[in-house]
Nanobody
């Protein structure tokens, strides 16, 4: 069964850091663009960051630019999202998914709308 499994969430104080992981199961991530998305209570799911295959291109939502870094380790079949200087508004369930491409660049749209359980990130003092 092909799936992406998110992990690494937790409770962090404002200003803290956390690294989320997205591990593929049943297929290899190599060749796919992968994105991180998040959904806060009462809000729609939004794109946070994405990376194309071989990390040729990355993109970030304005809300996390300068604070987030997306990376991939295809040898571990895993994509990471490093979040720094965390804010209260970063609190959400974080998901990863294969993203669509436009002109060879990843965009914040899931390719197949298949979502895993996500991982909860809570920023609280």
């Amino acid at each position: 069964q092909l799936q992406l499994v998110e992990s690494g969430g937790g409770l962090v104080q404002p200003g803290g850091s956390l690294r989320l992981a997205c591990a593929a199961s049943g297929f290899t991530l190599d060749g796919y663009a992968i994105g991180w998305f998040r959904q806060a209570p009462g809000k729609e799911r939004e794109g946070v960051a994405c990376v194309t295959s071989s990390a040729r291109y990355t993109d970030y939502a304005d809300s996390v630019k300068g604070r987030a870094t997306i990376s991939r380790d295809d040898t571990r079949n895993t994509v990471y999202l490093q979040m720094n200087s965390l804010k209260f508004e970063d609190t959400a369930v974080y998901y990863c998914a294969i993203t669509q491409l436009r002109y060879g660049q990843c965009i914040f749209k899931s390719r197949d709308e298949h979502w895993g359980q996500g991982t909860q990130l809570t920023v609280s003092s």
